[in-house]
């Protein structure tokens, strides 16, 4: 919890700093990308507190609402070439995490790849 | 938490309109599906005949298995969510074969004695761990009464996108309660070729298995505990 | 040069930390059978014995005996020291210890596992202020007060360590209302015997040799404490025996169990409790090294009576259809195998490696070695 904090905070306090300098923003897959919750800036500030919040909400209540579940994130933003957000050093969420130098939690429990993908490997 | 839960509920109500919207209707359509608004509506639980359970039969198992995403081995340091057990009466030789998972207890001492809150209770009678909070002690696993929990020893990879799991966190049967939730039986349920497992909502007294309970001679393991599981065998 | 050594473990310890965080548990010998292993029986013993040791101090500042109050600090460090190295270990053998403060932020009020932790924070700060009122002449006056509160936190201390596992009403091994007062009766003993030899080694480095009268009297101590906690020990399986469901894992424990009754007969009965008495009481001996050689068996002993309580509580199988032959692959009906591994036993000794430091430090940067008062005074 507190270090989904601190990874709010860093992020906060970086965030205004490179949209003015947007030269610097790392290059990432976005892959389908494209609105779906909130415009992108609002996205990147505070997607944490959407992903901790829902997470609460399934786990202890089973209120699965799709749109924001970090599932949903990834059928959209796993790049189209390998359906992952986390294979490679520009994927979707490894490309900016690394540039923010925040450690990412999520992908030792959670899978980092599209379920479609997941289960035509799976199936056979 | 609360403190922090506070903050984040109210950075949440400010700044998340959209997702607020959202999320309302999400919480009550949820609640008309599944009758979520009375908590004692729903107990979900099985009823295992044991008496269809045939020896050698591992079906359950590997549909968990698969379904989980474990890895079907079966050393002292792999998962193991289901596990099938035969035991024999001592005094009379009586032979059965019946599959063991989480019971799903009323009173589940792996939720009394976690000391971060990560093992809890559902508002169904489903006892999950929160591996967001679990810390790995592995005190829930000296505390459970059936063996039901596995301690995952590895880092993992290539989990199931719905059953999220990981390395030096605690896990064990979670009735399938992603099936669950969109009103789908548990994997073991489904694969049984005997049909002995049967899943439903104990509380609710049309339900198949409330019935069956209800006309048949039924039992729960290690009933002297007094911790009420939602798991019950018939023909031990 | 000890120090230097010390340094080196507690080294090694952390690089043993660091493999378990990269290859998982897996490289331990811990598995979904044996799920508290060698790591937990140094942290206990460590944990038990700080509170111990602090019988030392209230027995100079609660009861007024001046020979234990000019011990009463050191044996305040000691305890500061084993409760850091416990704790420390306690904490690293977590699967998730990058969460600690998940722990610390989320307490579930029903686990005594919970209630643990605050009384170990709690233990600490009280003794903190304990060892200021001592050192500092100004708050001299509040010692007294000081020495109580930590007398009495103490007892609620090793309590609820003896509660842990008599809240496991499932397990054989466990869940009995005698532990928490056989935890507290085995503290006094441990921790008293890591005391002699803290003190027969700084007088030793020192080149003084301790007053006669205080060496007798403490000896003495260190003996009844041994008796009673062997015999609070024996009470606990004679009520295994009488009940009839754990006459099984009594045989188990005390006679077909292989390692287990070897070491609790040789290495508890035997090196931790026969030959220390001997040491002690026998005529002509009881003199100060004597009575180290016997701390020092005292404390092998206490290891391995944990060894066989924590990891032979665990070893006999769960009896989840009584009466039932039963078998399973996972392990059901059957005795559960465990090897230490290395990097486990290395953490085990970081902790201990982290106690010597801060002891070792603690004496050289403050006083803390025990200033006699010459005997009339007594
Ligand atoms: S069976 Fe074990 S893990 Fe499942 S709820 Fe009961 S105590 Fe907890
Ligand atoms: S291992 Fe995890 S779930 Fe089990 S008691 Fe510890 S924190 Fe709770």
Known sequence: MLRLLSILAVLCLCIPAYATESSAIPKLDIGKGGECVKEPQWMRKNHMHLLTHQRDEVVHKGVRDDKISLKNCIECHASTKDDSVIARDDSFCVACHRYEAVKLDCFECHSGERKSAWLKRNSK | MSEINVQRRQFLKMSMGVAAVSIAPGIFLFDMAHGKADANKVRWGMLIETANCAEGCNDCVTACNTENGLSDGVSSTDSQWIRKIEIKDISTGRETSLPMMCQ????????????????????????????????????????????????????????????????????????????????????????????????????????????????????????????????????? | MLTSVAALIVLAGLYSVHMMEEHGHIITGMNNQIVWGIPHVFAIFMIVAASGVLNVSSIGSVFNKPAYKARAPLAGLLSLAMLAGGLTVLMLDLGRPDRIIVAATNYNLTSVFAWNVLLYSAMFAAVVVYLWTMMEARMQPWSKHAGFVVFIWRFALTTGTGVIFSFLVARQAYGSAILPPMFIVISFAWGLAVFHIVQSAIYQWNGKMLDEYVQKRMKNLLGVFVVAALYFVVVYHLTNLYFARQVEFERFILADGGIYPLLFWAGYVVLGNLLPLLLIYLPGWGKTQHVAVASAMVILGGFAFLYVFIIGGQAFPLSIFPGFEVKSSFGDGVIGLYSPSLPEVLLGFGGVGIAFLITAVGIRVLNFVPREIPKKAL
């Open chain 2, 104 to 236: 799903h207890c009323e009173h589940p001492p792996c939720v009394d004695v976690c000391p971060t809150g990560a093992s809890f209770k559902r508002a169904d009678g489903i006892v999950l761990v929160d591996k967001h909070l679990c810390i790995g002690c592995r005190y829930c696993m000296m505390a459970c009464p059936y063996k039901a929990r596995s301690f995952v020893h590895e880092p993992l990879q290539n989990q199931n996108p719905d059953v999220p799991r990981g390395r030096g966190t605690v896990e064990s049967c979670t009735m399938c309660v992603h099936r669950i939730d969109q009103g789908q039986q548990p994997a073991c349920a489904v694969a049984c070729p005997n049909k002995s497992i049967l899943f439903g909502n104990l509380n609710d007294p049309d339900s198949e298995i409330a019935t069956r309970i209800r006309t048949v001679a039924s039992a729960q393991v290690r009933a002297d505990l007094g911790l009420n599981p939602g798991v019950r065998y018939q023909g031990l």
